[in-house]
């Protein structure tokens, strides 16, 4: 599977795609929990409530990709 760089596209192992998808996941579980504290606080920091979504839904979308990109990869071997 490919995945584009800011340079050039890069092809990924399985490992790497697990190692990635790890990392997310570590990124993306502190992002839900800061999601729950800002919305717990709610109306306080309202303001910052979009942000804070959006980059948790990138998050999980990136988590998605690499999932799927993951699926396709084992499957052709």
């Keep these: ?3 584009s760089t800011q340079s050039e596209p890069v092809a990924l192992t399985a490992d ?4 990635q ?3 997310l996941n570590s990124k993306a579980g502190q992002m839900k929990m800061d999601l ?6 709610l109306p306080t920091d309202y303001q910052n409530l979009m942000e804070v979504a959006a980059q948790t839904y990138e998050i999980f979308r990136q988590i998605d990709d ?3 990109q993951l699926v396709t990869l084992e499957q052709k071997t």
């Design 1 to 3: 599977m490919v995945v």
């Design 21 to 23: 998808i790890k990392r």
């Design 66 to 68: 690499l999932k799927q």
């Design 36 to 41: 729950h504290d800002l919305a717990e606080g």
């Design 16 to 19: 790497a795609l697990k190692t």
